[in-house]
């Protein structure tokens, strides 16, 4: 639970975390708290989550109660779309982040979205902010490769992280291997399809053939991958069961078995959503935002 990966800028990051999405402000102040007094090191929320203020409330009460340290753990937060431009703009945006979180510094500031307008102004201001020193780590969430490609040809900072939906349906070989070329790591959010995988028949029959749970044969799965993971559950039983993933593996074959159920499209949303339909609802969505 506690093991790391170095990212290209030298900063460890622990590859197992919770996630907050669709948690309101009480119940992530719950769960993250959970999470930590639990072994949890990886916090990750965003703007967009709107529940900074309830996760931060969660990181206090977490650090209190198991005595840990703010530097034990690793908090990402991420830009809101709405909320990308120019250095003012984009530093007003993490300041108030700071400010609702309750801390004095982010390990992993993430871009959420490409938006394309302004992601490259946004990066570079995203850039001075970590040489400013309250961002151990700059990254970017859901880049397709064109995206990526550019973002390289601008940036001074490679990002250390994009985070995508990554999960036995969506496994996203041309980034990973695009973005693993550059050390760049992978970190997916939805690690258990939001819910879907745990019901496919593949993995119900692993879970009974190691006695474990349908999650825990997602999440190890995707430890042997060496995907960062952050797994959402607002449920503290399912929270301490998700972290259980280090006393057993996979063998080599069951893994692979996993490999085969990628479908190469995403798992929550609808075909307009797939990122190479140029005229669907989520490349219009990224190109319009504004
Ligand atoms: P809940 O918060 O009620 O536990 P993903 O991370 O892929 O988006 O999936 C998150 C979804 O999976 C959430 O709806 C969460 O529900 C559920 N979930 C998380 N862990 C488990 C688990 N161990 N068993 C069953 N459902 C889980």
Redesign the pocket.
């Known amino acids: 639970l506690h093991s790391t990966i170095t990212l290209n800028n030298g900063v460890k990051m622990p590859r197992f975390g919770l ?1 907050v ?3 309101d402000n009480h119940t992530s102040r719950d769960s993250v708290a959970t999470a930590i007094r639990n072994g949890y090191l990886g916090i990750d929320t965003a703007r967009q989550y709107g529940n900074e203020q309830g996760t931060g409330a969660g990181i206090k009460l977490g650090l209190e109660q198991s005595g840990l340290k703010r530097s034990d753990l690793f908090v990402t937060t991420k830009l809101y779309n709405g909320e990308q431009g120019d250095y003012d703009q984009v530093s007003r945006a993490f300041e108030n982040q700071l400010k609702d979180l309750g801390l004095d510094y982010v390990d992993l500031y993430l871009m959420h979205w490409p938006v394309d307008k302004t992601y490259l102004e946004s990066y570079h201001a995203m850039e001075r902010l970590y040489r400013e020193g309250k961002i151990r780590a700059i990254g970017v969430s859901n880049f397709d490769n064109d995206r990526m490609k550019n973002l390289l040809d601008e940036a001074e900072i490679v990002p250390a992280v994009n985070q995508m939906e990554f ?1 036995p349906t969506n496994q996203e070989h041309e980034i990973l291997e695009f973005d693993r070329s550059h050390k760049i790591e992978m970190t997916a ?7 879907a ?2 019901t496919n028949p593949v993995i119900e029959t692993l879970a009974k053939k190691y006695g474990r ?4 044969i997602i999440l190890r799965w995707e430890w042997q991958r060496n995907i960062i993971t ?6 503290g039983k ?2 301490i ?2 972290s259980q993933i280090f006393n057993f593996s996979l063998s080599a074959e069951d893994v692979q078995q996993i490999n085969k159920l990628d479908q190469g499209k995403r ?2 949303w609808y075909d307009d959503f797939q990122w190479h339909n140029p005229k669907g609802a989520f490349a219009n969505s990224i190109a319009q935002w504004s």
């Open positions: 996630g999405w669709k948690t999960n959010w939805s690690p258990l399809g939001g819910g995988s745990l749970s349908t999650a825990q952050v797994v959402k559950s607002t449920h399912r929270i069961q998700n798992a929550l």
